[in-house]
Nanobody, 115 residues
Framework: QVQLVESGGGLVQPGGSLRLSCAAS????????MAWYRQAPGKQRELVAR???????YYVDSVKGRFTISRDIGKNSVYLQMNSLKSEDTAVYSC?????????WGQGTQVTVSS
């Protein structure tokens, strides 16, 4: 059984920074993709950033230049460094893992950007 555990959400002022972490445990296929999604109130869930085993990252346009996704393959972990946060970044952020054709989700962590 695969589990994803996130940490690092919270309340931050506009322009501030947060770092989200997600650790995966269980039977995980070596070659996989990890990602961060977010869902704001009243909006659909959207892909924020994605990273593969080769390290090639993808970012949604709205976070390019502000967010950085990285991973530690040995620890089956993925991170999201979020800088220059804006109020529109407020959402529940969820960790995602695609492994051997199956997808797994974390429980989500709240990020609130407000003064």
């Amino acid at each position: 059984q695969v589990q994803l555990v996130e940490s690092g959400g919270g309340l931050v002022q506009p322009g501030g920074s947060l770092r989200l972490s997600c650790a995966a445990s269980g039977s995980i296929f070596r070659f996989n993709t990890m990602a961060w999604y977010r869902q704001a109130p009243g909006k659909q869930r959207e892909l924020v950033a994605r990273i593969t085993n080769t390290g090639s990252p993808y970012y949604v346009d709205s976070v390019k230049g502000r967010f950085t996704i990285s991973r530690d393959i040995g620890k089956n972990s993925v991170y999201l460094q979020m800088n220059s946060l804006k109020s529109e970044d407020t959402a529940v952020y969820s960790c995602f893992l695609l492994s051997n054709g199956r997808d797994y989700w974390g429980q989500g962590t709240q990020v609130t950007v407000s003064s």
